[in-house]
């Protein structure tokens, strides 16, 4: 994947706005060893622009995983339609996604929620133990918007 300049400003614009959290599955940078990155949430190579509005704030995790495939729908395992991925610019995640009982778990509320969950594996074991950890010291779950 190609390296796109962001220019200084325009990264802090989208870093201070996700509060220094994934905008994907809520990972605090502050918590966590992996540098967070900027993606775009239409793939630069499918012709998204190195704009604030096309750009959020993730973890390597999940910008790995979604990859280029912004533009593509995936399969929603209970209602079998195709759906589009979470657009974290254009939704708000409190409608797409909850936490479970033990704030471990990202539920999915919608067909892209659970899209997403699955698309971007949001509850692989490592990350649901590291929430368990955090809600134990009280730093899980942040508030979400
Ligand atoms: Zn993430």
Redesign the pocket.
């Known amino acids: 994947m190609r390296r796109v300049y962001i220019p200084s400003s325009l990264r802090q614009l989208v870093v201070e706005r996700s509060r220094q959290r994934?905008e994907?599955?809520q990972?605090p940078e502050e918590h966590c060893a992996d540098i967070f990155e900027l993606e775009h949430v239409v793939a630069h190579a499918k012709g998204g622009e190195t704009t604030a509005d096309n750009l959020a704030f993730?973890?390597p995790?999940?910008n790995r995983r979604k990859g280029a495939r912004s533009n593509a729908t995936y399969l929603d395992a209970q209602t079998g339609r195709r759906v589009p991925l979470f657009n974290p610019r254009s939704q708000q995640w409190t409608r797409h996604f909850d936490w479970s009982d033990d704030c471990t778990k990202v539920i999915g509320r919608t067909a892209t929620g659970r899209a997403t969950v699955d698309a971007l594996n949001m509850n692989r074991t490592a990350m649901c133990n590291l929430r368990r950890a955090w809600y134990a010291v009280g730093v899980h779950p942040a508030q979400t918007n």
């Open positions: 994934c994907y599955c990972m993730a973890c995790s999940c």
